[in-house]
T-cell receptor, first 111, second 113 residues
Framework: EDQVTQSPEALRLQEGESSSLNCSYT??????LFWYRQDPGKGPEFLFT???AGEEKEKERLKATLTKKESFLHITAPKPEDSATYLC????????????FGKGTSLLVTP | KAGVTQTPRYLIKTRGQQVTLSCSPI?????VSWYQQTPGQGLQFLFE???????NKGNFPGRFSGRQFSNSRSEMNVSTLELGDSALYLC????????????FGPGTRLTVT
C-alpha cells in the first residue's frame, strides 16, 4: 500500500533560522512527488513537482529535493510569512491523477 | 486567469440530509478531482473526472458521488449525511498538458449537526 509520512508534525523556527522538512514515501511506480503549502481556511497552493531521484526545484526561500525514498523541503532564512502547513503528496502509476497526501508539517516562523 | 472556484464556501446540514457541492475549474482545465480534508485523516482522494467520465475513485462509501458537465464544471453529492462527513471538501483541476499538477480551490466547509 502506498504511504506518505511527513516529519516533523510541527516545527517552530526563529526568523532566519534555516531548516528542512522531510517526506518519506513508499509507492509502487512513482509518477511524481508534489509539495503544497496550505494556509488556514484555504485550499493547498501548488509549490513544486519532482519526477525523478536527483531532481531539485527552487522558489524564493524554498528548495525541494528528491531521492528514491524521500523528499526534503529546505527553507532558507525563513520569514514569518512562510508560516503555513506544508503538504507532501505522491502520485502513483496506475492511480490516475489521484494524489496520496501526507498529514503535513505545520511550520511557525516567529520574528 | 481566474482560479478554481467552489460554492458554497460554508454549509451547515443535519444528519440524514443530502448536500450538493459545486466546482468550476480553471478555464481550459478538463480534469477535476475532489478531496476530503479532516484533522484526523488529512487530505483523502474522493474521485476524479475527465471529459465527463469518472476515471478514478477513492475508498469512500457509495453515499459520495459526483459528476462532470460538458463545460468541465463538476458537482459532488453526499446523501444521508453523517456527523463524520463534516470536513473541508476541496476541488482541484489540472492542465491538459501537465496532468499531474493540480490546482486547488478554497474548499467548501461542511458541518453536519
Amino acid at each position: 500500500e502506498d504511504q506518505v509520512t511527513q516529519s516533523p508534525e510541527a516545527l517552530r523556527l526563529q526568523e532566519g533560522e534555516s531548516s528542512s522538512l522531510n517526506c518519506s514515501y513508499t509507492v509502487s511506480g512513482l509518477r511524481g512527488l508534489f509539495w503544497y503549502r496550505q494556509d488556514p481556511g484555504k485550499g493547498p497552493e501548488f509549490l513544486f513537482t519532482l519526477y525523478s531521484a536527483g531532481e531539485e526545484k527552487e522558489k524564493e526561500r524554498l528548495k525541494a529535493t528528491l531521492t528514491k525514498k524521500e523528499s526534503f523541503l529546505h527553507i532558507t532564512a525563513p520569514k514569518p510569512e512562510d508560516s503555513a502547513t506544508y503538504l507532501c503528496a505522491v502520485q502513483a502509476a496506475g492511480s490516475g491523477y489521484a494524489l496520496n497526501f501526507g498529514k503535513g508539517t505545520s511550520l511557525l516562523v516567529t520574528p | 486567469k481566474a482560479g478554481v472556484t467552489q460554492t458554497p464556501r460554508y454549509l451547515i446540514k443535519t444528519r440524514g440530509q443530502q448536500v450538493t457541492l459545486s466546482c468550476s475549474p480553471i478555464s481550459g482545465h478538463r480534469s477535476v478531482s475532489w478531496y476530503q480534508q479532516t484533522p484526523g485523516q488529512g487530505l483523502q482522494f474522493l474521485f476524479e473526472y475527465f471529459s465527463e467520465t469518472q476515471r478514478n475513485k477513492g475508498n469512500f462509501p457509495g453515499r459520495f458521488s459526483g459528476r462532470q458537465f460538458s463545460n468541465s464544471r463538476s458537482e459532488m453529492n453526499v446523501s444521508t449525511l453523517e456527523l463524520g462527513d463534516s470536513a473541508l471538501y476541496l476541488c482541484a483541476s489540472s492542465v491538459r498538458d501537465r496532468p499531474y499538477e493540480q490546482y486547488f480551490g478554497p474548499g467548501t466547509r461542511l458541518t453536519v449537526t
